[in-house]
Protein backbone atom coordinates (compact mmCIF):
# COMPACT_ATOMS: atom_id res chain seq x y z
CA UNK A 1 0.00 0.00 0.00
CA UNK A 2 0.86 3.44 -0.55
CA UNK A 3 2.42 5.99 2.03
CA UNK A 4 0.10 9.19 1.50
CA UNK A 5 0.28 11.91 4.06
CA UNK A 6 -2.58 14.85 3.71
CA UNK A 7 -1.45 18.44 4.26
CA UNK A 8 -4.86 19.84 5.24
CA UNK A 9 -5.01 21.24 9.08
CA UNK A 10 -6.77 19.46 11.65
CA UNK A 11 -9.75 22.42 11.41
CA UNK A 12 -10.27 22.59 7.94
CA UNK A 13 -9.54 18.55 7.13
CA UNK A 14 -13.61 17.81 8.02
CA UNK A 15 -14.49 21.20 5.86
CA UNK A 16 -12.53 20.79 3.15
CA UNK A 17 -11.97 17.30 2.90
CA UNK A 18 -14.96 15.40 4.08
CA UNK A 19 -15.66 12.21 6.19
CA UNK A 20 -16.56 10.15 3.06
CA UNK A 21 -13.09 10.98 1.00
CA UNK A 22 -10.85 10.64 4.14
CA UNK A 23 -12.20 7.10 4.63
CA UNK A 24 -11.95 5.78 1.18
CA UNK A 25 -8.47 7.55 1.24
CA UNK A 26 -7.32 5.20 4.25
CA UNK A 27 -8.57 1.89 2.21
CA UNK A 28 -5.61 3.31 -0.52
CA UNK A 29 -2.92 3.43 1.69
CA UNK A 30 -1.38 3.85 5.01
CA UNK A 31 -2.79 8.16 5.47
CA UNK A 32 -0.52 10.12 7.97
CA UNK A 33 -2.44 13.70 9.00
CA UNK A 34 -1.01 17.23 10.20
CA UNK A 35 -1.30 17.64 13.70
CA UNK A 36 -0.33 21.09 13.31
CA UNK A 37 -2.83 23.63 14.10
CA UNK A 38 -1.61 26.29 11.22
CA UNK A 39 0.02 25.55 8.02
CA UNK A 40 3.57 23.57 7.92
CA UNK A 41 7.00 25.13 7.42
CA UNK A 42 9.02 23.39 5.16
CA UNK A 43 11.16 21.27 7.82
CA UNK A 44 7.39 20.25 9.53
CA UNK A 45 6.13 19.53 5.55
CA UNK A 46 9.47 17.22 4.86
CA UNK A 47 9.37 15.43 8.49
CA UNK A 48 5.68 15.01 8.64
CA UNK A 49 6.03 13.29 4.48
CA UNK A 50 9.49 11.44 5.27
CA UNK A 51 8.65 8.02 3.49
CA UNK A 52 5.59 9.22 1.63
CA UNK A 53 5.16 8.90 -2.24
CA UNK A 54 2.13 10.72 -2.35
CA UNK A 55 1.09 13.90 -0.91
CA UNK A 56 -2.48 15.32 -0.98
CA UNK A 57 -2.51 19.35 -0.19
CA UNK A 58 -4.26 22.01 1.24
CA UNK A 59 -4.39 24.87 -1.42
CA UNK A 60 -2.37 26.52 1.23
CA UNK A 61 0.63 24.12 1.03
CA UNK A 62 3.73 25.16 -1.31
CA UNK A 63 5.35 22.81 -4.03
CA UNK A 64 8.36 24.34 -3.58
CA UNK A 65 11.71 23.25 -5.46
CA UNK A 66 13.27 22.21 -1.93
CA UNK A 67 10.35 19.97 -1.07
CA UNK A 68 10.70 18.17 -4.60
CA UNK A 69 14.35 18.40 -4.18
CA UNK A 70 14.77 16.80 -0.81
CA UNK A 71 11.60 14.18 -1.26
CA UNK A 72 13.17 11.12 -2.46
CA UNK A 73 10.57 8.74 -1.90
CA UNK A 74 7.85 11.40 -2.91
CA UNK A 75 6.58 10.23 -6.64
CA UNK A 76 2.93 12.38 -6.67
CA UNK A 77 2.22 15.75 -5.57
CA UNK A 78 -1.79 16.13 -5.85
CA UNK A 79 -3.23 19.79 -5.53
CA UNK A 80 -6.73 19.10 -3.43
CA UNK A 81 -8.09 22.12 -5.69
CA UNK A 82 -7.83 23.51 -9.15
CA UNK A 83 -4.96 26.57 -8.11
CA UNK A 84 -1.31 25.23 -8.67
CA UNK A 85 0.17 28.29 -8.80
CA UNK A 86 2.66 28.00 -5.56
CA UNK A 87 3.25 24.57 -6.57
CA UNK A 88 6.74 24.63 -8.89
CA UNK A 89 5.82 21.81 -11.35
CA UNK A 90 9.61 22.57 -13.52
CA UNK A 91 11.10 21.30 -10.44
CA UNK A 92 8.63 18.33 -9.87
CA UNK A 93 9.21 17.60 -13.46
CA UNK A 94 13.37 17.83 -12.69
CA UNK A 95 12.85 15.40 -9.92
CA UNK A 96 10.16 12.99 -12.01
CA UNK A 97 7.31 13.83 -9.28
CA UNK A 98 3.38 14.05 -10.95
CA UNK A 99 2.05 17.13 -10.26
CA UNK A 100 -2.38 17.06 -10.16
CA UNK A 101 -5.24 19.62 -9.85
CA UNK A 102 -8.84 19.03 -8.87
CA UNK A 103 -11.31 20.04 -11.34
CA UNK A 104 -13.45 23.23 -10.83
CA UNK A 105 -16.25 21.86 -8.63
CA UNK A 106 -17.06 25.32 -7.15
CA UNK A 107 -18.01 26.73 -10.32
CA UNK A 108 -22.19 27.39 -8.97
CA UNK A 109 -21.23 27.94 -5.21
CA UNK A 110 -18.90 31.15 -6.31
CA UNK A 111 -21.34 32.52 -8.98
CA UNK A 112 -23.85 32.41 -5.99
CA UNK A 113 -21.95 33.87 -3.80
CA UNK A 114 -21.21 36.79 -7.31
CA UNK A 115 -24.87 37.04 -6.89
CA UNK A 116 -25.19 37.52 -3.03
CA UNK A 117 -22.65 39.88 -3.08
CA UNK A 118 -24.53 41.98 -5.82
CA UNK A 119 -27.44 41.92 -3.75
CA UNK A 120 -26.24 43.04 -0.78
CA UNK A 121 -24.44 45.94 -2.17
CA UNK A 122 -26.72 46.79 -4.63
CA UNK A 123 -29.39 46.95 -1.38
CA UNK A 124 -27.59 47.91 1.10
CA UNK A 125 -28.44 44.83 2.89
CA UNK A 126 -25.34 44.05 4.87
CA UNK A 127 -25.36 48.25 5.90
CA UNK A 128 -28.72 47.77 7.24
CA UNK A 129 -28.13 44.73 9.02
CA UNK A 130 -25.26 46.28 11.27
CA UNK A 131 -27.28 49.47 12.29
CA UNK A 132 -29.69 47.32 13.71
CA UNK A 133 -27.16 45.22 15.49
CA UNK A 134 -25.81 48.21 17.01
CA UNK A 135 -29.34 48.81 17.91
CA UNK A 136 -30.14 51.55 15.60
CA UNK A 137 -33.00 52.48 13.44
CA UNK A 138 -31.65 52.32 9.62
CA UNK A 139 -32.61 55.10 7.07
CA UNK A 140 -34.39 54.19 4.25
CA UNK A 141 -31.91 54.72 1.41
CA UNK A 142 -32.80 53.84 -2.77
CA UNK A 143 -31.06 50.72 -3.94
CA UNK A 144 -30.33 49.71 -7.18
CA UNK A 145 -32.73 46.65 -8.65
CA UNK A 146 -30.15 44.10 -11.12
CA UNK A 147 -33.32 43.78 -13.28
CA UNK A 148 -32.70 46.23 -16.67
CA UNK A 149 -29.03 46.86 -15.76
CA UNK A 150 -25.74 45.81 -16.82
CA UNK A 151 -23.71 43.10 -15.96
CA UNK A 152 -19.93 43.27 -17.13
CA UNK A 153 -18.08 40.45 -16.93
CA UNK A 154 -14.06 40.39 -17.83
CA UNK A 155 -13.80 36.10 -18.76
CA UNK A 156 -15.88 33.73 -20.14
CA UNK A 157 -14.96 30.90 -18.35
CA UNK A 158 -17.08 28.29 -16.38
CA UNK A 159 -18.27 30.74 -13.38
CA UNK A 160 -18.64 33.55 -15.90
CA UNK A 161 -21.15 31.69 -17.88
CA UNK A 162 -22.79 29.98 -15.15
CA UNK A 163 -23.38 33.69 -13.66
CA UNK A 164 -24.45 34.91 -16.93
CA UNK A 165 -27.50 32.45 -17.25
CA UNK A 166 -28.35 34.06 -13.63
CA UNK A 167 -28.06 37.03 -14.12
CA UNK A 168 -30.20 37.05 -17.89
CA UNK A 169 -32.67 35.25 -15.74
CA UNK A 170 -32.96 37.88 -13.62
CA UNK A 171 -33.69 40.36 -16.22
CA UNK A 172 -30.41 41.95 -16.50
CA UNK A 173 -28.60 42.97 -19.41
CA UNK A 174 -25.10 41.24 -19.90
CA UNK A 175 -22.13 42.33 -21.59
CA UNK A 176 -18.99 40.18 -21.54
CA UNK A 177 -15.12 40.57 -22.79
CA UNK A 178 -12.96 37.68 -23.38
CA UNK A 179 -10.16 38.13 -26.29
CA UNK A 180 -10.29 34.57 -26.32
CA UNK A 181 -13.67 33.56 -26.57
CA UNK A 182 -15.98 33.31 -29.44
CA UNK A 183 -19.24 34.05 -27.39
CA UNK A 184 -22.11 33.09 -29.96
CA UNK A 185 -25.39 34.05 -28.09
CA UNK A 186 -27.50 36.51 -28.93
CA UNK A 187 -29.00 37.82 -25.23
CA UNK A 188 -24.87 38.29 -24.82
CA UNK A 189 -23.21 41.21 -25.95
CA UNK A 190 -19.75 40.24 -26.45
CA UNK A 191 -17.66 43.87 -26.47
CA UNK A 192 -14.11 45.25 -25.26
CA UNK A 193 -12.62 46.21 -22.13
CA UNK A 194 -13.13 49.17 -22.13
CA UNK A 195 -17.01 49.05 -23.41
CA UNK A 196 -17.36 46.75 -20.03
CA UNK A 197 -15.85 49.83 -17.98
CA UNK A 198 -17.75 52.25 -19.22
CA UNK A 199 -21.37 50.74 -19.59
CA UNK A 200 -21.26 48.41 -16.87
CA UNK A 201 -23.10 48.67 -13.39
CA UNK A 202 -22.01 45.32 -11.75
CA UNK A 203 -18.47 44.85 -13.19
CA UNK A 204 -16.47 41.64 -12.43
CA UNK A 205 -13.38 40.26 -13.18
CA UNK A 206 -13.69 36.62 -13.51
CA UNK A 207 -10.77 36.00 -16.03
CA UNK A 208 -7.93 33.50 -15.00
CA UNK A 209 -4.85 35.21 -12.78
CA UNK A 210 -2.06 35.38 -15.20
CA UNK A 211 0.60 37.53 -15.86
CA UNK A 212 -1.33 39.71 -18.51
CA UNK A 213 -4.27 39.95 -16.12
CA UNK A 214 -2.06 41.37 -13.41
CA UNK A 215 -3.43 44.70 -11.92
CA UNK A 216 -5.62 44.88 -15.25
CA UNK A 217 -7.95 46.90 -12.59
CA UNK A 218 -5.50 49.46 -12.18
CA UNK A 219 -6.09 53.31 -11.92
CA UNK A 220 -6.76 53.52 -16.32
CA UNK A 221 -10.04 50.89 -15.62
CA UNK A 222 -11.23 52.60 -12.60
CA UNK A 223 -11.45 55.67 -13.58
CA UNK A 224 -13.17 54.41 -16.72
CA UNK A 225 -16.31 53.11 -14.62
CA UNK A 226 -19.33 54.85 -14.04
CA UNK A 227 -19.72 56.66 -10.61
CA UNK A 228 -23.21 54.59 -10.21
CA UNK A 229 -21.08 51.33 -10.87
CA UNK A 230 -20.12 48.68 -7.79
CA UNK A 231 -17.19 46.59 -8.64
CA UNK A 232 -17.40 42.87 -7.70
CA UNK A 233 -14.61 40.69 -7.14
CA UNK A 234 -15.26 36.92 -6.52
CA UNK A 235 -11.86 35.67 -8.97
CA UNK A 236 -8.46 36.36 -7.51
CA UNK A 237 -7.12 39.10 -6.05
CA UNK A 238 -4.00 39.41 -8.04
CA UNK A 239 -6.35 40.81 -11.03
CA UNK A 240 -7.19 44.17 -8.76
CA UNK A 241 -4.43 46.91 -8.38
CA UNK A 242 -5.85 47.28 -4.44
CA UNK A 243 -3.92 50.96 -4.11
CA UNK A 244 -6.27 52.37 -7.34
CA UNK A 245 -9.18 50.43 -6.06
CA UNK A 246 -8.69 52.27 -2.89
CA UNK A 247 -8.60 55.41 -4.34
CA UNK A 248 -11.36 54.93 -6.27
CA UNK A 249 -13.39 54.52 -3.43
CA UNK A 250 -11.96 57.53 -1.56
CA UNK A 251 -12.71 59.63 -4.72
CA UNK A 252 -16.01 58.36 -5.13
CA UNK A 253 -15.46 57.12 -9.05
CA UNK A 254 -17.34 53.90 -8.16
CA UNK A 255 -20.21 53.36 -6.31
CA UNK A 256 -18.91 50.49 -3.94
CA UNK A 257 -16.99 47.55 -3.93
CA UNK A 258 -17.54 43.89 -2.92
CA UNK A 259 -14.77 41.41 -2.75
CA UNK A 260 -14.62 37.59 -1.87
CA UNK A 261 -10.89 37.75 -2.76
CA UNK A 262 -7.87 39.89 -2.52
CA UNK A 263 -3.98 39.81 -1.42
CA UNK A 264 -4.21 39.03 2.32
CA UNK A 265 -3.74 35.73 3.34
CA UNK A 266 -4.70 32.93 1.42
CA UNK A 267 -6.22 34.82 -1.33
CA UNK A 268 -8.45 36.80 1.24
CA UNK A 269 -9.41 40.66 1.23
CA UNK A 270 -6.89 42.91 2.80
CA UNK A 271 -8.26 44.47 5.57
CA UNK A 272 -7.65 47.99 5.34
CA UNK A 273 -10.29 47.34 2.12
CA UNK A 274 -12.45 45.15 3.90
CA UNK A 275 -13.04 47.31 7.15
CA UNK A 276 -14.39 50.39 4.72
CA UNK A 277 -17.74 51.13 5.04
CA UNK A 278 -18.64 51.34 0.86
CA UNK A 279 -16.71 47.35 1.06
CA UNK A 280 -18.50 44.54 1.31
CA UNK A 281 -16.23 41.54 2.25
CA UNK A 282 -16.27 37.63 2.57
CA UNK A 283 -13.31 35.82 3.57
CA UNK A 284 -12.43 33.74 0.52
CA UNK A 285 -15.57 31.53 0.84
CA UNK A 286 -17.11 31.48 -2.45
CA UNK A 287 -16.52 27.67 -2.65
CA UNK A 288 -16.69 26.92 0.48
CA UNK A 289 -19.78 24.70 0.48
CA UNK A 290 -19.93 20.91 1.20
CA UNK A 291 -20.51 19.81 -2.63
CA UNK A 292 -17.60 22.00 -4.02
CA UNK A 293 -15.50 20.85 -0.71
CA UNK A 294 -16.49 17.21 -1.65
CA UNK A 295 -15.76 16.82 -5.28
CA UNK A 296 -12.51 18.17 -4.93
CA UNK A 297 -11.70 15.79 -2.30
CA UNK A 298 -13.41 13.01 -4.40
CA UNK A 299 -11.01 14.12 -7.31
CA UNK A 300 -8.32 13.63 -5.12
CA UNK A 301 -9.51 9.89 -4.42
CA UNK A 302 -9.67 9.06 -7.70
CA UNK A 303 -6.01 10.48 -8.53
CA UNK A 304 -4.48 8.34 -5.63
CA UNK A 305 -6.78 5.23 -6.93
CA UNK A 306 -4.88 5.58 -10.43
CA UNK A 307 -1.63 6.10 -9.36
CA UNK A 308 -1.70 3.00 -7.31
CA UNK A 309 -3.36 1.21 -9.89
CA UNK A 310 -0.31 2.35 -12.33
CA UNK A 311 -2.35 4.72 -14.59
CA UNK A 312 -1.66 8.34 -15.25
CA UNK A 313 -4.73 9.86 -12.95
CA UNK A 314 -6.88 12.63 -14.22
CA UNK A 315 -5.98 16.16 -13.87
CA UNK A 316 -2.63 15.24 -14.57
CA UNK A 317 -0.33 18.22 -15.47
CA UNK A 318 3.28 17.02 -16.31
CA UNK A 319 2.56 13.28 -16.97
CA UNK A 320 5.20 12.80 -19.20
CA UNK A 321 7.79 14.17 -16.79
CA UNK A 322 6.43 11.90 -13.66
CA UNK A 323 9.21 9.30 -14.00
CA UNK A 324 8.48 8.06 -10.78
CA UNK A 325 4.91 6.88 -11.11
CA UNK A 326 7.14 3.45 -12.84
CA UNK A 327 7.34 2.20 -8.70
CA UNK A 328 3.76 1.85 -8.79
CA UNK A 329 3.60 0.23 -12.57
CA UNK A 330 6.01 -2.44 -11.35
CA UNK A 331 4.03 -2.80 -8.14
CA UNK A 332 0.87 -3.37 -10.07
Same mark, same amino acid.
Given at each position: MANIFLTHPPDVLPIFYGEKAFKLLNKLGNVRTNPKKEDLTFDELIGLSRGCEIIVSFRQTPGSPELFDNSPDLAAFLRCAIDIRNIDVEAAS? $? #??LVTQAKPHFTA?????? !?? +? *? !???????? %??????RAGKEPQIGMGCQLAGNILGVVGYGRIARHLCDIALAMGMKVMVHDPYANIERRDIQQVDFETVLRQGDFVLPLAAATEETENLFNETAFKLMKSSAFFINV?? /? $? +??? &???? %??? +??? =?????AA *????????? =????????? $?DVIATPHLGGAT? %??????? *???????????? /? =??? &? #?AVNADQATRLARFQRSG
Open positions: A $N #GIATAETA !LA +L *M !LDIARHIT %ECALQYSR /G $N +LVD &EDAL %ETA +LDE =KRIAG *MDVGRGADQ =KPSHHLARR $NP %ESALGQA *MDSVEQVTAIVQ /G =KIP &E #G
